[in-house]
């Protein structure tokens, strides 16, 4: 039967959504606890498992066209020191911006490791080296994002990473100049649909909402503490003066758990109030990064951890690379 809904009520369900009444489960990289991060396998099994959005980071190719890498570099990630030997710069290194998308295509994606052991950087994870993965561009992971929303009729949103703006304005490239037209293209410009961008560096996101005219939803990354790049301080970014300034730009911050929860031990821990000072000056939280792995001695085990951070830190979001593990506490 068809519903009509009159305006009073249209706009009561269009609040409800903007209060999103439950935290967000965002698949960092993918669902890459269990599969090399940023492939698209990992990617629909994060859609799958039901996460909320998914996110993506992205550097430039040689050739000017945003990929997804979590660094600059992708010889922890990639076949590349064996399929282009020689091609590294002076410091040792194979970075996304000296290889065209063409020759990306030819790497095989792998499990993340150390470049010179060779050796897994999550011992338990998917094997390094095993499976046929290739790299992805930005826009064919939003039209897979998209085609799975059209053949599953939900809406998970994208999450992209501005990478390293700063690093390459220095190699003489505009990353954001190149991802927003991408991101207005497929529609996520505006507020009230499924994208977050974020990013590190304090004046790119300043030159987001002034210059580049960027209207969509945004999210300040910050470090735990002291200075990052491109004029940031993130020391100062979390204090409440800090805060209030964002609010006049983003929409929500995205610290590191370190931030919201604290302690040597179970007895010891503490719950900080960062998330309830962001709210206060307007700003949602989405900590970094939820990795049951690799947790803080805080908590005994990874079900700890999420409902610390939901239900005592009251953060609004989550990066998970297991986000599994935070839709089974959701239903509970
Ligand atoms: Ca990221």
């Known amino acids: 039967m068809r519903c009509v809904l009159r305006p009073a009520l249209l706009l009561a369900v269009a609040t409800l959504a903007a209060a999103e009444p439950r935290p967000l489960?965002?698949?960092?990289?993918?669902?890459?606890?269990?599969?090399?991060?940023?492939?698209?396998?990992?990617?629909?099994?994060?859609?799958?498992?039901?996460?909320?959005?998914?996110?993506?980071?992205?550097?430039l190719s040689k050739d000017g066209v945003p990929v997804v890498f979590h660094d600059t570099h992708i010889d922890t990630?990639?076949?590349?020191?064996?399929?282009?030997?020689?091609?590294?710069?002076?410091?040792?290194?194979?970075?996304?911006?000296?290889?065209?998308v063409a020759e990306l295509k030819q790497l095989n994606v792998s499990e993340r490791f150390n470049a010179q052991t060779g050796k897994a950087t999550f011992p338990q994870r998917f094997p390094v080296g095993i499976g046929s993965f290739q790299v992805v561009t930005f826009e064919e992971e939003i039209r897979f994002v998209q085609g799975l929303n059209r053949s599953t009729g939900r809406n998970v949103g994208i999450y992209p990473e501005l990478k390293a703006p700063a690093w390459h304005r220095k190699e003489g490239r505009d990353l954001a100049a190149v991802v927003l037209p991408i991101l207005r293209?497929?529609?996520?410009?505006?507020?009230?649909?499924?994208?977050?961008?974020?990013?590190?560096?304090?004046?790119?996101?300043?030159?987001?909402?002034?210059?580049?005219?960027w209207s969509g939803k945004l999210i300040m990354l910050l470090g735990g503490k002291g200075k990052g790049p491109g004029e940031t301080d993130f020391t100062y970014l979390q204090t409440d003066a800090g805060l209030a300034e964002l609010a006049k730009l983003v929409d929500?911050?995205?610290?590191?758990?370190?931030?919201?929860?604290?302690?040597?031990?179970?007895?010891?821990?503490?719950?900080?109030?960062?998330?309830?000072?962001?709210?206060?000056?307007?700003?949602?939280?989405?900590?970094?990064?939820?990795?049951?792995?690799?947790?803080?001695k805080s908590v005994k085990d990874a079900d700890e951890l999420v409902r610390v951070l939901f239900d005592e830190a009251k953060v609004d979001g989550l990066f998970t690379d297991f986000p599994d593990l935070c839709i089974r506490h959701l239903k509970r």
């Open 252 to 296: 929500g911050i995205g610290a590191p758990i370190s931030s919201h929860v604290t302690g040597k031990s179970p007895s010891e821990r503490q719950v900080t109030d960062l998330a309830g000072r962001a709210r206060k000056a307007g700003l949602k939280s989405h900590p970094y990064t939820l990795r049951a792995d690799e947790l803080p």
């Open 77 to 100: 990630t990639t076949d590349v020191a064996k399929k282009f030997p020689g091609r590294q710069r002076t410091d040792g290194r194979f970075y996304a911006l000296d290889f065209t």
């Open 185 to 213: 293209k497929y529609g996520y410009d505006a507020k009230d649909t499924a994208c977050y961008v974020q990013c590190f560096e304090y004046a790119e996101i300043k030159r987001l909402r002034g210059e580049l005219g």
């Open 25 to 59: 489960i965002i698949a960092h990289r993918g669902a890459s606890g269990y599969l090399p991060e940023h492939t698209l396998a990992a990617k629909a099994l994060a859609y799958g498992q039901g996460a909320d959005f998914l996110e993506q980071d992205v550097v």
